[in-house]
């Protein structure tokens, strides 16, 4: 029977300490999921840092993959990502190539995605957007026609919306 598979993200809480990365991570590999994307970051708490992990999974698969997840003695708590009830975002660095007047068209795209130039120099720039993965892939596709010469992306990091009213997503 064909589960479809679809993109989804969790969040992992995990005790800071060494070695714990490795020890959630390779749960993952060692079960034959391909992560997508890959955050760690400290949290309020000095005693815990945030896995931010987004993987494609079937249902079932997905299932099983945060039970196990859950049971390492490393983790305090794994939430699965409510796309709807989230806020998620991303950091892109890119180095464009800019000759013969791209600059000024390169420049129109940044300014259309509220991207940043961070570094100018003859021949190229360096460019900085933060935003939804969509964003990002979006801008990605808008600057097909220039020459990238190099991409650098964070991976998707997320919070929970937590209460209603609260200011929507741009």
Request: glycine share 4%; with cysteine.
């Amino acid at each position: 029977m064909y589960r479809p598979m679809r993109q989804e993200i969790i969040s992992v809480l995990v005790q800071n300490r060494a070695n714990v990365l490795t020890r959630v991570i390779s749960l993952y590999g060692r079960r034959g999921f391909n992560i997508d994307s890959l955050t760690v970051s400290p949290t309020n708490n000095p005693d815990l840092s945030r896995i931010t992990i987004a993987f494609t999974a079937n249902e079932k698969s997905m299932q099983q993959i945060i039970t196990q997840t859950e049971k390492l003695e490393v983790v305090e708590s794994v939430m699965l990502m409510d796309k709807d009830n989230s806020f998620y975002r991303e950091l892109l660095l890119l180095r464009v190539s800019t000759p013969n007047g791209d600059r000024t068209r390169v420049k129109e795209i940044v300014d259309i995605y509220r991207a940043k130039i961070v570094a100018l120099h003859k021949e190229s720039m360096i460019i900085e957007l933060t935003g939804t993965p969509e964003k990002l892939n979006a801008f990605l596709k808008m600057l097909e026609d220039f020459d990238v010469t190099e991409v650098c992306r964070t991976g998707v990091t997320g919070i929970e919306k937590s209460e209603k009213g609260e200011c929507e997503d741009d």
